[in-house]
Structures are given as structure tokens and as C-alpha cells.
């Protein structure tokens, strides 16, 4: 196993860029307020709680719902009510966790109405707090508009209601902090479920401290660095066993360990590389070469039952002529058959850019990675702002001339400043984290821990389907 060779210098543009991040940790804490209408679901928190179902799924991990909810919010009900993916999910999630045997608890400590009344009562157990909670599908004002009876919201599905009378909740609790209490005390009983596996052994630091991390990764997410620092401040001793290093240098692929967890690593390179032939490749971009490695270590990992750990850095795929020719498309589709098909757990982390296909090929939120997270500085679109621009301007320059128009400068500097102003608000990452594209908003001197501590919850479910890519290109 090779030792990394990368050293840093903690020079004045360390402590430049250390400061940077700090200062957009601290820009991101400052507006991670959320902000509650009525206890009324709507179409984000819909997502967000099933969202937590998946992580719980795939990761057979007990869920704790602490409830308080009025049901559908009325004025966004065609966003959330009827499709596939809407409320109906949760419920649906509710009794398939429970048929693959997942423990779920729940706590009533407000309001349940409607829909939100299911949710507790398909658990495992519910619990109800005296005084707050209340559970019922149609409140009082409904039910004296609906049917003329005039009764109390207490009366009709309160704490004393349901646990003495209806016998629909199973315990009340005096109040809040007593029903925490039970609950830590039920999940401290439950039985331990076979692990998958994952090979551990003792943990090693890193050559490198976790915070140098901010030395490596520029402000300016155009411009190169070395990822292998990167890696050098993840893994363990610097142990790095790299898989095909002299070939498709833009993707570093290789073994290591995170905290004594044995992974598959598959990073963008960000700096400059050269082939063999002495052709200059671009850092972040994905070339056939690249492609095909990538798509092989992935397969290996899977043959080996080594989790993956993706640091996604990317900007697309070589495009032009030469890359056409030389099957681009091709070696694309066998990574991105790779990535979706692989059973072993995958992680992921945008650590700068995610665009265009490459966020497919580097295992985005769309091919099921148990988790992805991001770093402060992190983008994602389709393209970056300035490509988008400019394709978007040729594009109504064309149609202008068409109709025998023409643009003037100054409407061309309004059209490319109102596209790139555009951009930049949707590539912000916290654009992305309000519409969970990924799980979370990391420190990068955390990536370690967080890489750790997943493959710790990844390695709780030891069903694992059978690996099989089916037709892939060659």
C-alpha cells in the first residue's frame, strides 16, 4: 500500500482560505431558522419526512416521530395531497416499515388531525402527552359543522380519550421531557440486528490534520488543486492502495481507511493531468479514460463488499469532436450503469462543483447514495453560470435573427447579467439543502467523522441485493 507523498504548506493562503470557510459556517448557522405554518404539512416537509423513512429503510434504523400536525395545509393541497410521492407515501412507508420489521415510536404531543392521525397509530406505539396532545381525524369545528355535535377537542381525542376509552394511543405521559424519557428507555431495549459486514480495524489518524482541509480546497471553485491533499487528510496514516494511478488521472480511484473502515474512494482530480501520449486533460472534467476506470473500481467494490465513498468535484464530461469520436457517450453510460447499479454502500460528498452529467456519473442525489453532503462552498446545476449565459444568448440571438432582428450590446449585458444572477442564487448550496437535493451542510475538517459514522449506520442492514450491471456498454 503506497503512502501519499502530498505535503502542505500552511502558508498567509491557508489561513485566508480557513477563514473563508469559517465565515461560511458561520453565514450558514445564522440562517438555519425553519419556519412552521399551523403544524400543516406542506410539499418540503412531506419530502423531508420521507426522506428520513428512506434513510431509515435502507438503513433498517428504528424512527422516532415526534408529532404535532394538522394535516394536509390547505392552500398548497394539489402539491402535496394525491400523487405518488405525496402524504399518501408516508403512510404507505408506515406499513412496509413495519412489515420488514423496523421499530417505530411515536410521540403525540400536539394536535394530530386527518392525516396526521395516521401516522402515530401505524406505529409500533404511540404515546400521548396529557394536556398538548390530541389525536382525531375531524377536529370540533368540523365535527359541529359537518354532523351539528358540539364537543370539545379533550373530549373527543384527548390524552384520557384515547389511552382509557378508544384504547387508539397506549400510554399517556405527564408531559414532554417524561415522554423523551420513555422513549430512550423502550429503544434501549431493542435487539441488535445482524451487521453487514464492513471490515473494520483499529483507527489510525490521518498524515495530515482534518482542518488542513481548508488550505486545500480555493474560494474560487475554477481553480485547481490536488485532491489527493484532500484524501491525505481523510485516510488513515495516509494509506492510500491507488487503483490504475497512470491511467485516467481525472478520476482518482483507490482503497483506504476512514477511521478503520476499509472504503472505496472515487474522487474528481482538480489539478491538470497528462496521459501517456503527453495530452494535457483538464481537472474536474471526465474523459473516456477516466470514465472507464471509474466504472471498473466501482464494479470491484461491489465484487468486494468495500462501501464507496465518492468526493465530487466535477464539471462535466469532455465534450467536442475528438471526445465523440472517441465514444464519450459510451464509457459515460458504463459509469453511470456502475454507479446506479451498485449494491454496496454509497456516500457521497460535493466538495466544489456538481454539474451536468458528471453529478450522474459521481453518484448525485438521483442514484441512491445513503447519504450525500456537502461543503459550504459547493455548487449544483446543470452547467455553470456562464456557460449557461452565454448557450442561453446564442440561442435568442439566433431567434432574433430569424425574425430579422438584431440585439444591441447593452441588451446583451442585461440578458447575461440576469441569467448569471439567476445562477448564482440556484447554485447556492443552501438553494439545494432547502430542497434536500443533498442531507446536510458539512465542515470540511468533519468529513472524516461524518464518512465514519455513516458507514457505521450503513453497516446496521446486512441485506444486500445481488450485484449485476445487466447490458453494459463496452
Known sequence: MARLKHSLKKDHTFHVREDYFKNLIRKLDSVADVVKLGGGKK????????????????????????????????????????DKEHFGRIFRNNAVMSSMGIPQIAAIMGP?????????????EALIVEGTGSIFLAGSHLVKAAIGEKIENEELGGATV???????TDEKMPDDQTCIEKIRDMISKLGHNQPAGFDRIDSVKPVHDEADIYGIIPEDSAKAYDTHE???????????????????????????????????IVANQRTIVKDKKGEMQFGGVIYSDSADKGARFIMNCNQRKIPLLFLQDVTGFMVGSRSEHGGIIKDGAKMVNAVANSVVPKITIITGNSYGAGNYAMCGKAYDPRFIFAYPNAQ??????????????????????KEGREISEEDKKKFLDEIKARYEEQTNILYAA??????????????????????????????????????IQT
Open 162 to 168: 384515547t389511552t382509557e376509552v378508544s384504547g387508539i
Open 43 to 82: 410539499s418540503i416537509e412531506n419530502l423531508h419526512s420521507k426522506n428520513k423513512q428512506e434513510i431509515s429503510m435502507e438503513n433498517r434504523l428504528p424512527i422516532i416521530y415526534l408529532v404535532d400536525s394538522a394535516g394536509v395545509f390547505l392552500p398548497m393541497q394539489d402539491e402535496i395531497f394525491p
Open 230 to 264: 484532500l484524501i491525505n487528510c481523510i485516510v488513515d496514516g495516509g494509506e492510500f492502495d491507488e487503483y490504475k494511478p497512470n491511467y485516467g488521472k481525472t478520476i482518482i480511484t483507490g482503497y483506504a481507511r476512514i477511521d478503520g473502515w476499509a472504503v472505496g
Open 380 to 401: 449544483i446545476a446543470v452547467m455553470g453560470g456562464s456557460q449557461a449565459s452565454n448557450v442561453l444568448l446564442d440561442i435568442k440571438i439566433g431567434q432574433l435573427k
Open 434 to 471: 432547502a430542497r434536500l437535493w443533498i442531507d446536510g451542510i458539512i465542515d470540511p475538517k468533519d468529513t472524516r467523522k461524518i464518512v465514519s459514522h455513516c458507514i457505521e449506520i450503513a453497516n446496521n442492514n446486512s441485506d444486500m441485493p445481488k450485484f449485476n450491471v445487466g447490458v
Open 112 to 124: 394530530c388531525v386527518a392525516g396526521g392521525a395516521y401516522l402515530p397509530i401505524m406505529s409500533d
